[in-house]
């Protein structure tokens, strides 16, 4: 008889390769082989080859300073482990499948299990792919011996288990509480944003502030997070089965080891027993879906606020009325509200990193600096808003698409309201990293003026880009659909040629002529005239579009 | 223009491929007439109603809707025409209020006669008390009331309903088929109507047309139909034309 977690299991593990669809016998062991060439071999030698060239005294570095850029990685990893499958499933809340489930007898923790054991196929293959990163140095630095690299995989797969055990458990508590809800696919959608940003800051933090980040996780603060416990065992691990000399092990154990490593392994051990005992323990609570009191809330339309009576006022009664419910469609969606604030953090992150990171020491011109942030942020938030404001925001469905095709030059009038609406939004969108720029590289007034110009002119061309691409090839709702990535992977493309091409004159002025204001104007055009074409195209062909 | 004729269709065919949908229609339409359009699913149905609304060109044939051209006047057929889609495509974020707004913008409506009339109609659908609600909270059954209203908002001298009342309860049902009569009755307005439902289309219906593999097989009066099968009813005479009686054995033989 098939047990019921591993027929669970069997399910997740096809929904999620689901991509591979009839091919998936050859394709899944063919994608395994390429993760294992990849970390086994490809990484090794990558990482051998710059080690070798690198000399003797950046080897003596990398020998002592190891175990605090492992805790930094280990972190990285944890973080990818653990949130990329809770914002995968976060991107699509249904909770309907629970009831099928249960109505034939399943236990909770057989659902739970099951579903934990059919993502390790999935995301072990990231572990695959990245583990050898941790482990390749170390093999080099420290000469490990055959046992311990094996040691430590053995750590690093047990880690990773822990990790998607945790993730699975999470990911279930946030559907069970928002499922039941009619907002719930919203939220989720709009969660499954807000969560990346945990993610990007220790990774842009490992990228740029290695030195300080290391020395800061050198305090006894990092020693709570469970990644640190397993980067520490795994440096140990390696420095008693490498070759390094016993003078060597006691330096590195006196200034990076807080506690014992055999401490890090109880941590880590309870830590462990810990997740899973609670997550079995509340698989039953997990799974009460449809009882969070939110989730009968109805949420109303309050009355009309002084910017959207402005909006009808301004644009006249008609066209008005479309703008003004065009632009509550999109600002009432939390997925929509969670995507611009991501493309607003990274915005913001572009002059800091100007500002403060590697660059502003190793050029110190007072050109360069200004129009380098502008640029930057100019083409951060370009690059981001052709998929804010195209992807799925666009049309909901199908069939939304024959309610504006039934109305005489009902596509034309839509497009037109939708794409002002978006202007407006990318007012606030642009301005404010403009100006957070402008005002921490202390530019003048008239510099800020033009960045803030300059920014919202490539936003425009993000809008128009996004817009068009949707509209030549309407991907609804769906984001696991071939048209969302094809339109996705389009609109970044395009909009890195339109940011490159307006980027290119400006710099050049900058370079020759030396001037801020000119560099920042030339800059400006190109972006918005290709999107305004791209645009065109969009309207002409969702206008013609008939039914498959 | 269109002499008491509101849709006329000569050898009307629609292809996508090789798959035929739509093969030589020929049909007309009477104004103020409630016209039922029957068949399986996959019949080419909703492919019809498509064409006829303007939204889908034809590879062959010919058709007039209001006496506008079905090729060259497809935006003249949509200021004239409603169109309920087979499935609800709202907008989840606007309330019933909202919605019927845009729509009655999308066709030409605004300011206070707008607003009296989505009132009217919200208050005849019995969603008075929900009009503010966001639509992503409607049961499907509301969601339909409201695209209903959608439809008739800019009073359509002809009105496509796709599955009108797949949704909604035996009241609300009700409820439609009067709206619908009213209309025909008292405003002269021309219904199609494609439906599964055989008793609701037996009920409202003038004439019905059944439609199979993409092939108008039958035209008549209901009861015209039922007596040339020689069924009981309606739904009877469907299943004599389409084809879909299957005997006990074979319904249990799945067990062996």
């Not at chain 1, 003797?56 to 990893?77: Q, Y």
């Not at chain 1, 030195?211 to 990644?227: H, R, W, Y």
């Not at chain 1, 030339?522 to 999107?531: H, K, N, R, T």
Request: net charge neutral.
């Amino acid at each position: 008889m098939v047990r019921v977690w591993w027929a669970i299991a069997k399910a997740e593990f096809l929904v999620r390769t689901s991509k591979l669809h009839r091919s998936r016998k050859i394709l899944y062991p063919a994608v395994i082989g390429i993760a294992l060439t990849f970390g086994l071999v490809v990484i090794p030698r990558i990482l051998g080859y710059f080690l070798a060239r690198t000399g003797s005294a950046f080897e003596m570095i990398l020998a002592t300073s190891f175990p605090g850029f492992l805790r930094t990685i280990m972190m990285v990893l944890w973080m990818f482990i653990l949130i990329v499958p809770i914002s995968n499933s976060l991107e699509n809340v249904k909770i309907g499948q629970w009831e099928i489930l249960f109505s034939n007898n399943v236990k909770t923790r057989d659902l739970l299990f099951g579903t934990f054991v059919g993502r390790i196929p999935v995301y072990g293959i990231f572990v695959i792919a990245l583990g050898p990163i941790v482990v390749s140095p170390f093999v080099y630095a420290y000469n490990v011996s055959i046992i311990g690299q094996l040691l430590m995989y053995l750590v690093i797969f047990v880690f990773a288990v822990v990790t998607i055990w945790l993730s699975t458990v999470f990911s279930t508590a946030i559907h069970a509480k928002i499922g039941s809800s009619p907002r719930g696919d919203d939220i989720g959608k709009a969660l499954s944003w807000a969560i990346v940003p945990l993610v990007a800051v220790p990774a842009m933090g490992s990228m740029y502030w290695m030195n300080s980040v290391v020395s800061l996780f050198n305090l006894d603060a990092s020693m709570i997070l469970p990644s640190t416990w397993s980067a520490d065992i795994l440096t140990w691990i390696a420095m008693y089965t490498g070759s390094l000399r016993p003078s060597s092990i006691l330096n590195l154990e006196l200034y990076w080891f807080a506690v014992s490593p055999i401490v890090d392994m109880l941590l880590l051990g309870i830590f462990s027993a810990t997740v899973l005992f609670l997550g079995f323990k509340s698989a039953d609570r997990l799974f009460a879906y449809g009882a969070s009191p939110g989730s009968q809330k109805v949420a109303r339309a309050g009355p009309e606020n002084l910017f959207i009576r402005g909006v009808r006022k301004v644009f006249g009664g008609r066209f008005g009325t479309i703008i003004a419910t065009s632009f509550k469609d999109y600002t009432r969606k939390l997925q929509n509200i969670a995507k611009l604030s991501y493309g607003l953090f990274l915005a913001f992150l572009i002059p800091l990193l100007i500002g403060f990171g590697p660059f502003a020491t190793i050029v110190d011109d007072p050109i360069f600096l200004p129009v380098m942030a502008s640029l930057m942020t100019g083409l951060m938030l370009g690059i981001f808003s052709g998929v804010i404001f195209g992807g799925v925001g666009l049309l909901d469905s199908r069939d939304q698409l024959w309610i504006l095709k039934s109305a005489p030059n009902g596509v034309p009038k839509f497009i037109t309201a939708r794409v002002v609406s978006y202007m407006m939004v990318g007012i606030p969108y642009a301005m404010l990293p403009a100006l957070f720029t402008g005002l921490l590289l202390n530019f003048a007034l008239n510099e800020i003026l033009l960045t803030v110009a300059f920014v919202y002119s490539i936003v425009l061309g993000g809008i128009f880009v996004g817009v068009g691409i949707t509209a030549c090839n309407p991907s609804y709702q769906d984001t696991s659909s071939g048209a969302f990535v094809i339109n996705t992977i389009a609109s970044i493309v395009i909009m890195m040629i339109c940011v490159i091409a307006s980027i290119i004159p400006g710099v050049m002025v900058a370079i020759n002529q030396g001037v801020f204001a000119p560099a920042l104007t030339i800059a400006s055009v190109p972006a918005p005239l290709i999107g305004l074409i791209i645009l065109m195209v969009g309207m002409i062909r969702l206008t013609l579009m008939e039914a498959d | 223009m269109s002499n008491g004729i509101q849709i006329q269709t000569e050898s009307l065919s629609k292809n996508f491929g090789s798959v035929v949908a739509l093969k030589k229609l020929d049909l007309s339409v009477r104004k103020g007439s409630v016209f039922g359009y029957l068949g399986p699913n996959g019949a080419g149905k909703t492919t019809t109603v498509r064409i006829l609304s303007g939204l889908l060109k034809p590879s062959g044939g010919s058709a007039t809707v209001c006496g506008y051209d079905v090729r060259t006047q497809r935006n003249a057929i949509k200021s004239v025409t409603g169109l309920l889609p087979e499935s609800p495509g709202l907008y989840s974020k606007l309330s019933a209020v909202e919605f019927l707004e845009f729509i009655g913008a999308l066709n030409n409506l605004s300011g206070e006669s707008l607003h009296n009339r989505i009132d009217r109609l919200l208050g005849i659908l019995g969603l008075e008390g929900r009009q503010n609600d966001l639509l992503e909270s409607y049961s499907s059954g509301m969601k339909q009331k409201v695209l209903v209203a959608s439809t008739v908002l800019h009073e359509p001298e002809l009105v496509f309903l796709d599955e009108p009342t797949s949704r909604l309860d035996p009241a609300a049902s009700v409820l439609v088929r009067e709206i619908i009569l009213a209309m025909a009755r008292e405003t002269d307005t021309t219904f199609f109507i494609c439906t599964h439902m055989t008793d609701f289309a037996e009920d409202l219906c003038e004439i019905i047309g059944i439609l199979n593999e993409g092939v108008l097989t039958t035209l008549g009066a209901p009861n015209e139909i039922i007596e040339q099968t020689g069924g009981n009813d309606l739904e009877d005479a469907y299943l004599k034309i389409v084809g879909g009686e299957i005997d006990r054995d074979t319904l249990l033989s799945w067990r062996q």
